[in-house]
């Protein structure tokens, strides 16, 4: 083997390795099925009070759906955003409102509305420990948007004592 190759190989194989003193391990927070599942049906509950029918979606920490519904008598489109939504809160780590906020007012990153998967309504909601985003909620379907923000309100306040 030739002395550039060598050299070559060495480069490229200590360039992918961690660096002196980082963590090859981590330890994340994450949003377990059984409070997802309960985020998720206190959302669609409130909805349904209120006169709403909704679809709902919680994902975790890295955007992975854990529970979703769409309930009896929702177009179709409203399963697609309200996992938009919750998923763009979760890549932000702010409320989907705040989002269309930021994509209006932010000049500097006008690529932030062209990432795959996010949308910019009323509904999507992150759902932290501390600073810490371990999952969001989305809710698509009630009239006017304000219903969504609401309805996925409760659904995190019903776990609220348990994110610590």
Do not use: W
Request: glycine share 10%; charged share 20%; hydrophobic share 45%.
């Amino acid at each position: 083997m030739s002395l550039h190759k060598l050299v070559l190989i060495l480069a490229a194989t200590t360039a992918f390795a961690c660096p002196a003193g980082a963590q090859a391990v981590i330890t994340e927070k994450n949003l377990s099925f059984a409070a997802a599942k309960t985020i998720a049906e206190t959302a669609l509950e409130v909805c349904r009070k209120a006169g709403h029918r909704v679809s709902v979606t919680v994902v975790d920490n890295a955007g992975v759906v854990r529970a979703a519904f769409r309930d009896d008598g929702t177009p179709p489109h409203t399963f697609e955003t309200s996992y938009r939504k919750a998923f763009t809160a979760r890549t932000y780590r702010i409320s989907s409102i705040d989002f269309a906020k930021r994509i209006v007012n932010d000049k500097e990153r006008p690529g932030l509305a062209a990432v795959t998967g996010v949308i910019g309504l009323p509904g999507g909601l992150p759902i932290k420990v501390g600073n810490e985003t371990i999952g969001a909620i989305g809710v698509a379907g009630a009239a006017g948007g304000n219903g969504d923000d609401e309805c996925a309100e409760a659904g995190i306040a019903k776990i609220a004592d348990q994110l610590k």
